[in-house]
């Protein structure tokens, strides 16, 4: 009798609890399938999986999305694999310079840093400026003395150094002509190896959305570029009114076309779905001018779309079923 | 015979003539109109009148709404008066770190620049930031150096300082206890002060829309803040498909609001009117959580609006008919 009365109690909380899901993504851009070997490829989805239990467990067990997104993300910074944290890509001047952001869909509170060389977590260090500063926002040597003030230890900036980092700069850095000028300089550079960026996306039990984004940016970027990823409305926004959004692509456009709150804006006062929403933003907003790109999208129900218009993106999910879904290309990988 | 013709197609043209219009705002907060001094109200109104005609002068001319917004506010910038190049507040190490940023309506593209230290001009470099290199954003040193390569002279750091922002940042470092930790110290710090970002909205005879904002941020700030004015979709917006603007206020809230980006939002998707845009983010969604400032909005019919949520906010425009209006407190100043 005793065992009836917990099993059911047991199976009524399973039915009552409020579902949680979760999306990350690592990148999108040109890759070729047969560039990645049948090794890579499964290191690659091992490494989400990963991340993606890590923010999933969060959720089952109650724990908040800002922290189940920040975890997450913070699995694939510290893994080679994907640019940012370790393995983030080079500047002109053969450093890191790392940007990060995320945001709380419940309060619409913020945390943002841009070009910080000696934080080993960039999206950790965003996360402390939206608890524990005034600030949403904080850049470069600044932004490393905030870290300081908190106590957060200094890593050396080539500890985020890898070997295939160091040779795509090379590469690149190859077919730039030194003696140029700036502008043309700029105009000629290849095309953006930006490859890599990485996101999540959140539903807590408790209804609340959030989004988190952390990059090393573009191969051989000067001047303190600053693209999209710590630029809260571009790379990340979360609002529980509509939806949470984590972009990656070529940061620019991304800027440009607000492109994380444009999808948020037309799920809130167009009533679209977030499917219609991303799809616009992305094939009829950029596409047409060349903004090249992918974004993951979760809403307050749980329904997730994860969208790109680049042959194809590094991505995952687990569903409010629980089921887990992973794709590097168009169609989805089994796993 | 002859001269009739000559009048008739005089009368004509200006008939034809589409419309250009011009709004300019040098910051919004809590100042009291009794200490604001004859003389000192009088230098406002005049510097604000000059910069007015400086970009409305162009536009009559049939020059582009960028180039308006851009030379307007360079002349606020230059005028000791605004917070804004020369006479911008302080850092907490008695520095200058100034932001900027622009956005063309026609196609988007924008240019922004943030803890710029030694240029004159931080429009005039966002200007150029969007002309001359494939990026939207870049920032410190980094931004220097780029002003250096296309041959941006520079300035001292000293050329912006003025005696009332160092006695304001004396005053505000005075009030912040030197020996509490990191964290008290952001929480006890006095309101900002920030009266004085200026930013400027324009619309062209070819009917195009353009938005610039330039500011030196927040007195006593520190650890690399930047606020909203150089970024796109929060500080300032324009889409000629909805509007174009410039905001100004407490910059935390404006980034977490995607303050301009939301107005053009609900203009394009809400069919909302310039009006009642502004009023709805100012109002419902700043106002309640204590985010405060204005905003300065105009559309391509050439309406302008220029509503704040805080006592006062410097303000004029030059509109479709020609008719200069000026501004500080809740009511229009007689010119």
């Given at each position: 009798?005793?065992a ?10 399973t039915?009552q ?12 851009g040109?890759?070729k ?6 090794d ?5 989805l ?18 908040a ?7 997450t ?54 996360h402390?400026?939206m ?53 043309t ?8 190896h930006?490859?890599?960026t990485v996101?999540?996306v959140?539903l ?9 984004t ?5 191969t051989?970027?000067r001047?303190?570029?600053v ?9 990340t ?11 990656t692509?070529h ?14 804006a037309?799920v809130?006062?167009?009533?679209a779905?977030i ?29 997730i ?5 680049t ?6 999910a ?15 990988e089994?796993?």
């Amino acid at each position: 009798m005793f065992a009836l009365v917990l099993l059911s109690a047991s199976a009524f909380a399973t039915q009552q609890a409020a579902p949680v899901a979760i999306a990350i993504h690592g990148g999108a851009g040109t890759l070729k399938a047969a560039d990645l070997t049948d090794d890579l490829k499964a290191a690659y989805l091992s490494k989400m999986t990963d991340a993606l239990r890590t923010g999933h467990d969060i959720l089952r067990s109650g724990g908040a999305s800002v922290d189940a997104v920040v975890a997450t993300v913070e699995v694939l910074e510290q893994s080679p694999l994907f640019n940012a944290g370790i393995g983030a890509v080079m500047t002109f001047e053969g450093k890191h310079e790392l940007d990060a952001s995320l945001m709380s869909g419940a309060d619409l509170q913020a945390g943002a840093v841009s070009g910080v060389t000696t934080v080993g977590s960039p999206i950790r260090l965003a996360h402390t400026v939206m608890l524990q500063s005034p600030h949403v926002m904080l850049a470069g040597p600044g932004a490393e003395g905030f870290a300081r003030s908190i106590g957060m230890p200094a890593v050396d900036n080539t500890s985020f150094t890898t070997p295939r980092r160091a040779e795509q700069l090379q590469r690149v850095k190859e077919r730039i002509n030194a003696r140029i000028s700036a502008r043309t300089d700029l105009e000629q550079r290849v095309p953006p190896h930006k490859w890599g960026t990485v996101g999540a996306v959140a539903l807590d039990r408790d209804g609340n959305l959030a989004a988190a984004t952390s990059t090393g940016g573009m191969t051989a970027k000067r001047w303190g570029r600053v693209g999209d990823s710590p630029i809260i409305g571009a790379g990340t926004f979360a609002d529980n009114r509509s939806c949470a959004v984590s972009a990656t692509g070529h940061g620019e456009y991304f800027i440009r076309f607000n492109v994380a709150a444009d999808i948020c804006a037309r799920v809130r006062y167009r009533q679209a779905t977030i499917g219609e929403a991303a799809q616009q933003v992305l094939f009829d907003e950029l596409l047409p001018v060349g903004g090249t790109g992918g974004v993951i999208v979760i809403n307050p129900r749980g329904d997730i779309v994860m969208p790109f218009n680049t042959p194809g993106m590094y991505r995952g999910a687990i569903d409010t079923d629980g089921n887990l879904q992973l794709g590097i290309f168009k169609q989805s990988e089994e796993q």
